[in-house]
């Protein structure tokens, strides 16, 4: 843990709140998560649904450490990003039912969570699609003199794609105000890392493009967030792209529901013990800094916020059929 | 109490296989525990459960697929009601509405089936308990062999090749597309053809267009009277006639008749197109058409048969080959035409092939026809009623039948020679109606 | 009257090139050896000198993600033009093109459009065998949400990338590899242009030659050879793939009645299909025959000259197509 969470002073409430933020946050996206599926298991959620379920340390200490301009390029298990940087939850719920109220209008579902109001620059479904897409951001971002930070998420499996290694180099190259952080859960879908990585340590692969690379536990939002705030403010130095590994791990399938055949039952118990959100409510509770009320408190708020959320998609207007084809051109889109 | 129903795991999933159950009556489970095992057709999956509760009872047994949405389980909501829940074992399928089970048919009768190509969901079974027996399955044979065959779509006629804009400007010049000589070479009639035919009937300062979009008799009228117009104007008609005796061939018709059930029947008209058709394939010359400055011999001799219409009105379809129609055949087909020009079903192939036409107004009592060539046919032949005359023959006067042929020849194509020779041969082929 | 001034497919082309750069400081270039190369066809010769390296942008061979930042950058607020060397190379940033640039409007319920501009070379006739010579235009013309656009004269090279870039939304713009150093004479004051219409290059009564790019100069030769005949063809330039011109198509065929369409892509579900499709929707009635279609023989284009002149539409095979639609 870096100087500013392992410094703990128990009197300092800023750094209470701040941590009772970061649960809060975790918790919101476990318990939203938790509701999708059981919405998808009931129909009212359709397509794919890739839940993040195990990773939410990540999503939430990453995002911790940007400011409010900062960019977001996210994947296709992007819940847990869009609900981070603060999208609305009740936005996010009324996309996943594909209502004219979701983030995207509908449009997009659980894989393309959009809002340019909060920086977020899509969930892609493509493996390693938005890449190149937040090199571009962030040309733009240092053409135009601006002062932001792209983060861009991806998966181990992207590692593969030759879009990691061209955006990487390209982002090197132009010494590119990127923040690429690397969601190792050990899995490209079904797919264990050594099968499809002759070299596993993606950090060190990293490295070699010429950009500071480093390895973080993605299960303890605290070291996220710190490694996140050190890299944010290198790029913001001048320090050119940054790269985090965050190590972590799905605790549920690949998309909604697998048979998990390619996991070791004793694996994923061994990491479930490892759950972010358990941990962090251990070094608060350790600290003195988190009451059994406070936690029943909080489950209660975000459990009456999902049902508000639900109860809203579910009323909420579908988007008119004779607007099919509107947003394919901006012209014909109308505002 | 809370109803455990089989989840969707998947965009594509509309069932679901319950392989295994995780628990029993009794438990208690906790929101996220798994509870069942379900074969989704893609994978084996583990099933959880969004509730706490107690397993009060499990509706399906291993082993059923399930719609998804059926209830699986009900789980109640303490442990106290599950202690006096009775442990009752799984059904074999839910309650309260559900599919019926697969029906059982013995090994014979599937043999059977198979061997007779018979459906068994379609069976409805008359054994017992609505078993299907093997009698069942001989009759749904039967019924499948005796039900009515599908007809045969019917025969893509000879249509007229037509481009869609010829066709469209033929109805907007009032140009019979029907009347137009076919293209060489199977072609397309084009807006070329078109044109180039409502030029040519163009009457009298008037062009086919103007008289367009007129209610269709009307339209026929058109059509006639620019084509007999342009005949008439185009075409320096010449004209023979020749009184031909026909006792011979109308005795040698009655003989022939006598044995024969009416269907079978001659009438006299048969024998003069096939004496006709005889004649111009043994004389060319006036078998075909004038295109362009020249005649073009026809390959085969197609009879244009003049037929008046009840709503008024005239048509010529073909009898296509008609020399080598044997005479039952020839008759056969005449009265099919008349038939089907009458009812207004002719083949485009028979409006526009006729190489010869031949008009016969006896039936309406005329002796004599000068008739007017069909451009861009070079010939037309008549024959008038069939009348009894006093005729000389062999010196003798005798009351003989007669009728008179005539022949309206195209002077550019022909003489009034070839035409007087070809009006002799069908006299002399009308004389041995046994060779026709 | 105006001012002419003689010049170059290729010189039209760095001149627009160097009129929006000039206009916009969102505008610059980025692609393939385009800064200190002066650009593989030597469009941007030039440039790099006057607009400096931040703006005349050479990239790695990175097609995927040169292709991807000029998505990026669109949306950030610049007005990029990439320049893919090839179309060929084209297939290797598929990906960005189809699910990201022409996605990201509708998939963002309307909220990222994307402003950019990526300029390739296509098409054949130069000898650069199978893997330099496809005309993919038409593959892209399927795609909803890109606008593809045909350069085939000096004043739509010139013309077409100020418009382009006034568009919101992504615009790819051909260029036929055999038309970079065809002469002519332009307007000296010549500048943006319409592209949204067809235009008849050569009025005709008897015949429609609807054609694009490339294949524009073998179809006026065609109309020239049709002419002896006594054949007068009208010769359209779609100038635009996406969206088609469906008004000046059938304007034409209503008063010609026959129509050949000239493509330089392979037959088989080709912009020449789609083509011949609308036409058969819209003017069936209005037919004297059926369509005919001039495309690329379907065989990966070898380099021998004759083998490779076989494969493409040539004049005298677009003239024989017209003779055999006027029966």
Request: glycine share 8%.
């Amino acid at each position: 843990m870096s100087a500013r969470h392992t410094a703990t002073r128990k009197r300092d409430g800023a750094l209470t709140e701040h941590r009772h933020d970061l649960l809060r946050t975790m918790l919101t996206i476990r318990r939203f998560e938790e509701a999708c599926a059981e919405l998808y298991s009931a129909t009212k959620i359709r397509g794919f649904l890739h839940l993040y379920v195990g990773e939410e340390a990540v999503a939430t200490g990453v995002i911790a450490a940007l400011g409010p301009d900062d960019a977001v390029v996210s994947t296709y298990r992007e819940h847990g990003h869009a609900l981070a940087r603060g999208v609305s939850m009740d936005a996010v719920m009324a996309e996943m039912f594909g209502r004219q109220t979701g983030c995207s209008r509908g449009r997009g579902g659980s894989m393309h969570l959009f809002d340019r109001s909060h920086g977020l620059f899509g969930g892609n479904a493509i493996v390693a699609g938005g890449m190149p897409l937040a090199v571009g951001l962030a040309l733009a971002d240092r053409m135009q003199d601006r002062d932001r930070v792209t983060a861009c998420f991806f998966g181990d499996g992207a590692a593969a794609e030759g879009e990691f290694h061209e955006s990487l180099n390209l982002a090197s190259l132009w010494h590119l105000p990127v923040l690429f952080c690397c969601e190792n859960n050990l899995y490209a879908m079904g797919t264990a890392i050594a099968k499809e990585h002759a070299r596993t340590n993606l950090a060190e692969r990293a490295a070699t493009y010429g950009l500071e690379a480093a390895a973080v536990d993605g299960m303890d939002v605290l070291a996220v967030e710190d490694a996140a705030r050190s890299a944010v403010d290198a790029i913001r130095a001048g320090g050119g792209p940054q790269f985090l590994e965050l190590d972590t791990y799905r605790f549920r399938a690949h998309s909604m529901y697998d048979s998990d055949r390619y996991r070791d039952r004793a694996e994923i118990a061994a990491w479930k013990k490892r759950d972010p959100i358990d941990a962090l409510v251990a070094v608060l509770r350790a600290d003195g800094d988190l009451t059994e009320k406070a936690m029943t408190e909080l489950e209660a708020d975000i459990a009456e916020q999902i049902a508000r959320a639900v109860t809203a998609a579910e009323a909420a207007p579908l988007e008119p059929v004779e607007d099919l084809t509107r947003f394919v051109y901006s012209r014909e889109a109308g505002s | 109490m809370a109803t455990f129903t089989m989840p969707s795991l998947g965009a594509d999933m509309e069932e679901g296989t319950l392989l295994e159950w995780l628990v029993k009556p009794g438990d208690t489970v906790r929101k996220g525990d798994i509870v069942a095992v379900v074969d989704t057709a893609k994978a084996a999956v583990e099933v959880e459960t969004f509730v706490d509760g107690v397993v009060q009872e499990l509706l399906v047994a291993p082993g059923t697929t399930v719609p998804v949405g059926q209830a699986l389980a009900t789980f109640g909501e303490t442990a106290t009601t599950a202690a006096t829940t009775p442990t009752a074992a799984p059904v074999a399928a839910p309650t309260g509405p559900r599919p019926a089970p697969p029906p059982v048919h013995s090994p014979l009768v599937r043999r059977q089936a198979e061997r007779l190509g018979v459906d068994l969901t379609h069976v409805v079974g008359t054994g017992r308990a609505g078993v299907v027996t093997r009698r069942d399955v001989t009759r749904a044979a039967e019924a499948i062999a005796t039900r009515p065959a599908r007809p045969e779509p019917s025969a893509p006629g000879a249509r007229i090749r037509v481009a869609p804009y010829a066709r469209r400007l033929a109805e907007e010049l009032g140009v019979d597309l029907s009347a137009l000589a076919p293209p060489p070479g199977g072609e397309p009639i084009r807006a070329k053809d078109v044109r180039a035919a409502a030029a040519k009937t163009t009457v009298a300062g008037t062009t086919a267009a103007e008289t367009a979009h007129t209610p269709r008799p009307d339209a026929m009228r058109g059509v006639i009277a620019n084509l007999m117009a342009r005949s008439k104007r185009e075409v320096p008609h010449y004209y023979l006639a020749t009184t031909i005796d026909l006792t011979r061939a109308l005795d040698w018709l009655h003989e022939r008749n006598r044995d024969l059930p009416v269907s079978d029947r001659l009438v006299p008209a048969a024998l003069m197109l096939k004496a006709t058709a005889l004649a111009a394939q043994a004389r060319p010359a006036l078998n075909g058409f004038w295109i362009d400055g020249s005649f073009r011999p026809a390959d085969q001799v197609h009879l244009g048969i003049a037929i008046s219409l009840r709503g008024g009105g005239l048509v010529a379809p073909a009898l296509h080959d008609a020399a080598n129609l044997a005479l039952t055949d020839l008759m056969a087909q005449m009265r099919d035409l008349v038939t089907r020009a009458r009812g207004g079903r002719l083949r485009g192939s028979e409006i526009s092939d006729p190489t010869l036409t031949v008009t016969n107004l006896g039936e309406q009592g005329v002796e004599l026809v000068h008739g007017v060539i069909y451009p861009p046919q070079v010939a037309l032949v008549g024959f008038g009623r069939i009348v009894e005359r006093p005729w000389a023959v062999d010196g003798l006067i005798g009351v003989r039948s007669v009728t008179t042929a005539t022949l309206s020849g195209d002077h550019r194509a022909t003489d009034g020679f070839t035409g007087a020779r070809f009006l002799a041969d069908i006299e002399q082929r009308l004389q041995q109606p046994e060779e026709l | 009257m105006t001012d002419t001034l003689e010049t170059t497919y290729r010189e039209a082309l760095r001149e627009a090139i160097r009129d929006a750069m000039r206009a916009d400081d969102r505008v610059f270039l980025m692609g393939e050896d385009v800064g200190d190369y002066g650009g593989c066809f030597a469009v941007s010769l030039g440039l790099l000198e006057e607009f400096g390296p931040d703006r005349i942008r050479d990239t790695p061979l990175s097609e995927s993600a040169f292709v991807g930042a000029g998505i990026g950058a669109a949306i950030a607020g610049m007005r990029p033009i990439v320049e893919v060397m090839t179309v060929n190379f084209s297939l290797l940033a598929l990906d960005q093109i189809m699910n990201n640039a022409a996605s990201l409007l509708h998939m963002s319920g309307g909220q990222f459009n994307v402003p950019l501009v990526i300029r390739m070379t296509t098409g054949a006739g130069r000898q650069l065998a199978a893997q330099h010579s496809h005309s993919l235009e038409g593959w892209y013309a399927h795609i909803p949400g890109l606008r593809v656009l045909t350069p085939a004269t000096l004043e739509d090279a010139r013309g077409m990338l100020a418009t382009a870039l006034g568009d919101p939304d992504p615009v790819l713009i051909f260029e036929h590899g055999s038309l970079y150093a065809m002469k002519g004479t332009l307007a000296a004051d010549a500048g943006a242009v319409d592209i949204d219409h067809a235009a008849i290059r050569r009025p005709g009564t008897d015949v429609s030659l609807i054609t694009y790019g490339g294949s524009l100069g073998k179809t006026l030769e065609a109309a020239v050879l049709l002419d002896q005949d006594g054949v007068s063809a009208e010769v359209l330039d779609l100038r635009t793939l996406r969206p088609l011109d469906d008004e000046a198509i059938m304007d034409s065929v209503r008063r010609t009645h026959h129509a050949v369409v000239v493509d330089e892509g392979w037959r088989t579900g080709s912009i020449s299909a789609e083509i011949s499709a609308r036409i058969m929707e819209q003017a069936l009635y209005d037919l004297d025959a059926p369509v005919e279609r001039v495309c690329t023989a379907e065989v990966p284009l070898p380099y021998a000259k004759h083998l490779e002149a076989a494969a493409l539409p040539q004049p005298a095979g677009i003239a024989a197509a017209a003779h055999r639609t006027l029966g």
